[in-house]
T-cell receptor
Framework: AQSVTQLGSHVSVSEGALVLLRCNYS??????LFWYVQYPNQGLQLLLK??????LVKGINGFEAEFKKSETSFHLTKPSAHMSDAAEYFC???????????FGKGTSLLVTP | DTGVSQDPRHKITKRGQNVTFRCDPI?????LYWYRQTLGQGPEFLTY????????KSRLLSDRFSAERPKGSFSTLEIQRTEQGDSAMYLC??????????????FGEGSWLTVV
């Protein structure tokens, strides 16, 4: 079985500051890892995903994440926060034996002027 | 590519009534998923279809819930005898099977259910 834990249900950063959203995973098989963003009253949009290969993954809107097997982590970062980044962010995992995603509880990102 | 479409977007129903949600996946996506999301929580997996076959069901899918995908295209999720605890957003998603488990799953905008 696969699961993810998102550390920090709320994160607040100033506009222009570094964004760091934490995700740790648990998986008995090589994991496939995803970050999704959800704006109010909308569905989920894929930011980036790790399947195999390069461990540093670049996504949309300037976000990136690094797969660290030794730390079982897949933290999401962005060098400089914009007001438009304020949203709910979800880390998710799937494994070879299943195709459905298991999501974390989400981290709400607040960006202050 | 019009994306995953869900209907209705919002539904308010009285406890005990039946409701049905429809999902139209991205064309040519053979995999279709239903998730449930409550306020402040991440989406929870309900069920998954490959073409018309329902291959996986979560323990969350009680016997009041039924999902179908009769022709391998659109899908319906029916909730019978609704309870207040069913109030949530029901998300539909779809993907292709070209790269197996690493395929991107695309989500619809969701259908909000409020049971009063």
């Amino acid at each position: 079985a696969q699961s993810v834990t998102q550390l920090g249900s709320h994160v607040s950063v100033s506009e222009g500051a570094l964004v760091l959203l934490r995700c740790n995973y648990s998986s008995s098989v090589p994991p496939y890892l995803f970050w999704y963003v959800q704006y109010p009253n909308q569905g989920l949009q894929l930011l980036l995903k790790y399947t195999t290969g390069a461990t540093l993954v670049k996504g949309i809107n300037g976000f990136e994440a690094e797969f660290k097997k030794s730390e079982t982590s897949f933290h999401l970062t962005k060098p400089s926060a914009h007001m438009s980044d304020a949203a709910e962010y979800f880390c998710a995992v799937s494994g070879n034996s299943g195709y459905a995603l298991n999501f974390g509880k989400g981290t709400s990102l607040l960006v202050t002027p | 590519d019009t994306g995953v479409s869900q209907d209705p977007r919002h539904k308010i129903t009285k406890r005990g009534q039946n409701v049905t949600f429809r999902c139209d996946p991205i064309s040519e996506h053979n995999r279709l998923y239903w998730y449930r999301q409550t306020l402040g929580q991440g989406p929870e997996f309900l069920t998954y279809f490959q073409n018309e076959a329902q291959l996986e069901k979560s323990r969350l899918l009680s016997d009041r819930f039924s999902a179908e995908r009769p022709k391998g295209s659109f899908s319906t999720l029916e909730i019978q005898r609704t309870e207040q605890g069913d109030s949530a957003m029901y998300l539909c998603a779809s993907s292709s099977n070209k790269n197996q488990a690493g395929n991107t799953i695309y989500f619809g905008e969701g259908s909000w259910l409020t049971v009063v």
